[in-house]
């Protein structure tokens, strides 16, 4: 197999798009194709401050490195959620996170969920025991609010995470298998701030395909964490990818076209706009601020307060 | 395993009911579900003409049965298309359904596509080429035209055919990997005549697992034809059906979840009514009076064009 563009040997096949490159022509054609999604979607602009949801995995470190090779303004943020599950995961992850910044002299943020809220999410999940003997509905909501608050709290104009395609499809068919109409209706390359308090999120890597951003943080010899989460294991998430990498196996560029013709489809008005419920009225939470549905507490307070742990946002540690 | 009604040994285990029965109370359970079905979605009355769409296999024999045995009025119509391949296929499909009809002492209409057009279905599809080297595209064509133009002439308030869930779901997720938006915003278990010409359609079965279908037909000792036709094999509609077969076996339900929470959503006004373009203005065409699109001769007459075949309804052979 040689390369499409100067007839070296190709390091890469993508049958999906109908092309073989070689690593420089590789590593160029993504660099291109997310700078074609940030702009294609109006993400965000060579102006904005940007910050880069950073796991130590090798889509989060992969993005991060694209965009400083693109030229833009990206911190990254860490969440340290205190994951050990026998593996040291989460210390890990960290170690990543920090090499890769120290060696692009880059800036990164770490929350340590302990330092700040006296309990790891393990901890905070046996505690509040959300019905659910796996953290990940806890973790999730951790993630969202610590993310959004500091988005918000130090002025950040966006907040990027590192979903790619497959990451994009799979969600997108856990809510159409389900229909569940407001979060079709949301999900998206980019999830604008249209409510106060909520920061501006988007997804440069949602038309890149895993492997292709396995292959990218390889042939960029990016070193990172290879585990998936120990609490992953058997999720619904990873159910659904594997179902999806069955039809993508059989017809290549099926996953592509399920999450383009339904972007497509949405802007050509297929949702009636009365489903977004979401943006109905939303209230300050009297705790943290950040908006909530209901009046009172928000979720993530009211996890908190069961645990009886209800520290300010000026607690939280940065390194 | 014992039948949740009287403990006598249960025939039939449906996981995604957490139900098992026996014979009785299994045949009894299915005529409920699908009197259920009926009513619910508003489908027809015990003073309407009802025609059902025979093919010879398990779904429309068995829906065929079950509406004689809840005392509706159906007469049952068979296309003969004209499929041997080498299996006889057609023509053993007409045996099935004729053995029904007479055992029933039911009416059943026969149109034999050669007889009317001068040439069966394989025979149209190779003359025309579609583009495709099977004639699938031509059949579902040729089968919605007669169908339609048929309820109409005669006066037979709804046409209903043997769709069951796995074929509902199969088509949905293929509507749903492509977002079709046009096809999504009108597939459910009534199709309403709702431009002039058009023939009122229902899929009392909608509901009812294929594996349910088979069970009742094989209690009830219908005999059916078993193979599918020879052009379906490699289908797409077979592989999404696969998939789907995957996901219900490790999911007991998923398969009835993703059907009916599609139309609860749609219900809930997920849709954006404007998406249903084929709502807009119909001509006749001027060759068999069906509605169609654009001015001019329907796609189907249009086909029969290309083959130099045009002949009027009245030449329908009916026995």
Redesign the interface.
Known sequence: MRCRKCDQKASINMRHHKLALCRDHFLEWVLAQVERSIKKYHMFTHQQRILVAISGGKDSLSLWDILLRLGYSADGIYINLGIDAGVDYSAKSLDFARSFADSNQARLHVIDVKAVYGETIPELAMRTNRGHYKPCSVCGLAKRHIMNQFTSLHHYDVLLTGHNLDDEAAILFGN????M?SY?VRQGPVLEADRPGLARKAKPLCRMYEREMAAYAFLRGIPYIQDECPFAEGSTSI?HKQ?LD??EA?RPG?KL??YL??L??RK????????DHQSDIVHPCPECGQPTSAPGLCTFCRMLAKSGNLPSINEMDLT
């Open positions: 159409v298998l389900h229909w109409g079709l159910y179902l069955k039809l059989d099926a076209d399920f013709s339904f497509q489809a050509d008005g297929l949702f009636s706009p009365a489903i």
